[in-house]
């Protein structure tokens, strides 16, 4: 059974830094692309960053040199280093399997950027 | 950056008739698109994938068409649980979504 497990979020004044994390169960990581996908509080779903099997990592501009996608293989898990934080990151964040499409989608982590 | 613009906004369809929504690519993704259904405190859930391939266990009454820039999700029969916000999303360049459509039940 495929399972994605988000933790790591919480409240964080603005400027602060947050390290989310995905515990993946029933595949692994390291061979498939990974995504992150957030949705800021009563609106829509916004793309991330991506990890792909060859180790190269995309980012939306809106977090490009702010944050920071890893994956660990060992513990089958994939990060997300969030640096820098504004209020308009306030958002679940989703660790999902990305096919192209986003297969699996974890339970989400809400990240709260507020003073 | 690929805009997909989803319209329309809200659709109000009645009990067993057919809801279609659009969804338009400012460039051309070829058939790299894909459908989300997201209820009110729920995870999206993936319906149609390659703009036309329903993902597992997704009902026959959910279908999707196009290519290139102009797409469409047909739900056919419609039942009170398909009320939910529906968002297309590309993959051929980088990935985006567009920005919903809220499916309402009459």
């Known amino acids: 059974e495929v399972r994605l497990v988000e933790s790591g979020g919480g409240l964080i004044q603005p400027g602060g830094s947050l390290r989310l994390s995905c515990a993946v169960s029933g595949f692994t990581v390291s061979s498939n692309y990974m995504s992150w996908v957030r949705q800021a509080p009563g609106k829509g779903l916004e793309w991330v960053s991506v990890?792909?099997?060859?180790?190269?990592?995309y980012y939306a501009d809106s977090v490009k040199g702010r944050f920071t996608i890893s994956r660990d293989n060992s513990m089958n898990m994939v990060h997300l280093q969030m640096n820098s934080l504004r209020v308009e990151d306030t958002a679940v964040y989703y660790c999902v399997k990305d096919d192209a499409h986003f297969s699996f989608w974890g339970q989400g982590t809400l990240v709260t950027v507020s003073s | 950056e690929v805009v997909m613009t989803q319209s329309p906004a809200t659709l109000s369809v009645s009990l067993g008739e057919r809801a279609t929504l659009s969804c338009r690519a400012s460039?051309?993704?070829?058939?790299?698109l894909a459908w989300y259904q997201q209820k009110p405190g729920q995870t999206p859930r993936l319906l149609i994938y390659g703009a036309s391939t329903r993902a597992t266990g997704i009902p026959a009454r959910f279908s999707g068409s196009g290519s290139g820039t102009e797409f469409t999700l047909s739900i056919s029969s419609l039942q009170p649980e398909d009320s939910a916000v529906y968002y297309c999303?590309?993959?051929?360049?980088?990935?985006?979504f567009g920005q919903g459509t809220k499916l309402e039940i009459k």
């Open positions: 460039q051309g993704v070829s058939a790299n």
């Open positions: 990890i792909y099997t060859s180790g190269s990592t």
């Open positions: 999303q590309q993959s051929n360049n980088m990935y985006s």
